[in-house]
């Protein structure tokens, strides 16, 4: 299920008048919050469920960043707008973070115009001291996928697309998440990354078919290349065999980068672990599901609900009830 802009719109008008008749201290984020819960709830189950295993101050922080860069994210690749369009909206976009950054929470934020998310987003950023060029590099990659070109190599796609579209928000994360201990915070950062790189390739490895759509591609030319094929010939048909190999080795790919993020999973602080590790266990399913499947590359792959559940862990199934009916 997916907005339309005029959905998007209404939610956005109606939580700004939330915010701002928010008369005590908290009423305002709290409107902000429930409203970004909304967002995530709808548009990505299987992050929603993980994240129900976060302490309630972190996980509506979670909340926020996730809608934050779900809308930038609907521009370029949703709402039927041309590209001018979409940079334009980027543009705005940007205008209310900067705004945000530069109000002392998310009422100000909102009662100076700026969006109701990038509001919320902005207190998010000052609250943990988040580096606010982070945000700036997320943007920036939201308009290479308004002009998108190839990426010759994988160091190549990771450093000059998924740091953007991926690493930063990352990063925002272990900064909501916070580390075992000061010394471990550079370690929960790498952790961050790595967990960023596999998800990102995992979902560029799901959607080889809408990204051609789109006339993208994330598949590095250099392996696209070993099995004898360029961005242009990888959409034949008769390539397909070929096309599922180079699938397959950046699953395997991945697989690393989740492996690596498990291995530095004690950095975080104790009460976030539960969720990055059922974050960790839902996607390396899918990832594991794609590398696995003889269905072809225009087969999208998807995990099960079922499946979802076996890999969480069971003493917290309660949660996940009161999560759908709002209470958590």
């Excluded at 266990?281 to 599901?289: D, E, T």
């Amino acid at each position: 299920m997916v907005w339309n802009q005029e959905e998007w719109r209404q939610l956005e008008r109606e939580t700004a008048q939330r915010i701002l008749l928010g008369a005590k201290p908290q009423a305002p984020w709290a409107a902000a919050a429930r409203a970004a819960r909304l967002v995530l709830r709808t548009y990505s189950t299987s992050f929603f469920i993980v994240t129900r295993f976060l302490p309630p101050v972190k996980r509506r922080q979670v909340e926020v960043i996730y809608a934050a860069v779900r809308y930038p994210d609907e521009i370029v690749d949703t709402f039927p707008i041309p590209a001018a369009e979409q940079n334009r909206a980027l543009d705005r976009w940007t205008a209310d973070y900067e705004h945000a950054l530069a109000c002392g929470s998310v009422q100000e934020a909102v009662a100076a115009g700026a969006n109701c998310f990038a509001g919320a987003f902005g207190q998010v950023v000052r609250t943990n001291g988040i580096p606010q060029e982070y945000y700036r590099s997320f943007l920036a990659a939201m308009r290479l996928d308004v002009t998108p070109r190839p990426f010759e190599t994988l160091e190549d796609l990771i450093d000059n697309y998924i740091y953007g579209s991926a690493t930063v928000v990352g990063y925002f994360l272990a900064y909501v998440y916070g580390p075992s201990a000061p010394a471990e915070f550079d370690r929960a950062l790498r952790a961050s990354r790595d967990l960023a790189i596999a998800l990102q390739l995992t979902n560029f490895l799901r959607d080889v078919p809408d990204d051609r759509r789109r006339g993208r591609t994330y598949l590095p030319c250099d392996f696209l290349g070993a099995e004898g094929l360029s961005v242009e010939t990888a959409a034949d048909p008769d390539a397909r065999p070929a096309l599922d190999r180079v699938l397959r080795r950046l699953s395997r790919v991945a697989e690393e980068h989740y492996a690596a993020a498990e291995r530095d999973l004690d950095a975080f602080a104790p009460d976030c672990r539960i969720a990055i590790q059922a974050c960790i266990n839902v996607y390396r399913q899918l990832n594991l599901r794609i590398g696995a499947s003889q269905q072809g590359v225009m087969h999208r792959e998807r995990v099960p609900m079922v499946d979802k559940f076996r890999v969480l862990p069971p003493s917290k199934y309660w949660r996940l009830p009161l999560a759908y009916l709002g209470a958590i």
